[in-house]
């Protein structure tokens, strides 16, 4: 069993940065591939970001890469999520996710444990 807790959400101005944690509590962070996802209001959860257990291998959507950064620390059983020159279509609630396998996934049925969640506003 995993529980993920976001932490780092809140309200920004367009065009600055703010990173995201997640702290996990679980049996073993380093089997865990990690990925972000997020959800704005009326809309599907999209993927955002993922990284593999032990070597930190990523992969990023299309939408924010170049501008958003996973990495972990699997000292502190935590990953990150840097995103800079935010927008407003930024606004979303933010999600962190674990898999049971070490490998990272893009598809959110991939992933076993969910967050809570983290509110990003982006104000223009």
């Known amino acids: 069993q995993v529980t993920l807790v976001e932490s780092g959400g809140g309200l920004v101005q367009a065009g600055e940065s703010l990173t995201l944690s997640c702290v996990a509590s679980g049996p073993s962070f380093n089997n865990n591939g990690m990925g972000w996802f997020r959800q704005a209001p009326g809309l599907d959860r999209q993927f955002l970001a993922t990284?593999?257990?032990?070597?930190?291998?990523?992969f990023y959507a299309n939408s924010v890469k170049g501008r958003f950064t996973i990495s972990r620390d699997n000292a502190k059983n935590t990953v990150f999520l840097l995103m800079n020159s935010l927008q407003p279509d930024d606004t979303a609630v933010y999600y962190c996710?674990?898999?049971?396998?070490?490998?990272?996934?893009?598809?959110?049925?991939?992933?076993?444990?969910w967050g809570l969640g983290t509110q990003v506003t982006v104000s223009s």
């Open positions: 990284i593999s257990g032990v070597s930190g291998s990523t």
């Open positions: 996710a674990a898999r049971s396998l070490p490998y990272y996934g893009t598809d959110q049925t991939a992933y076993d444990y």
